[in-house]
């Protein structure tokens, strides 16, 4: 009960094709191949991201000082203090 025979799979063989046809199923089987090869052919030409492109190293939008370290915000009216833990 496990797994099929061999003439398990022959019968459901015979029966796809008797329900398909040789041509339709050799037809699946060349769009199958077309859309392979179409996919592999744009994988190739794929150029590289944008951001892949570029190899210099851009400097971060914002410096965050490091933990416990108060660091006033740029923004006159707000200001960001951090202390450290346990203080």
Known sequence: MGSFSIWHWLVVLLVVLLLFGSGKI???????????KSFKKNIKEDEPDASMAD?????????LPPPGVHAASTDASRTTVRTPPGA
């Open 26 to 36: 050799s037809g699946l089987m060349g769009d199958l191949a077309t859309g392979i």
């Open 55 to 63: 190899t210099t190293m851009a400097p971060p939008a914002g410096n």
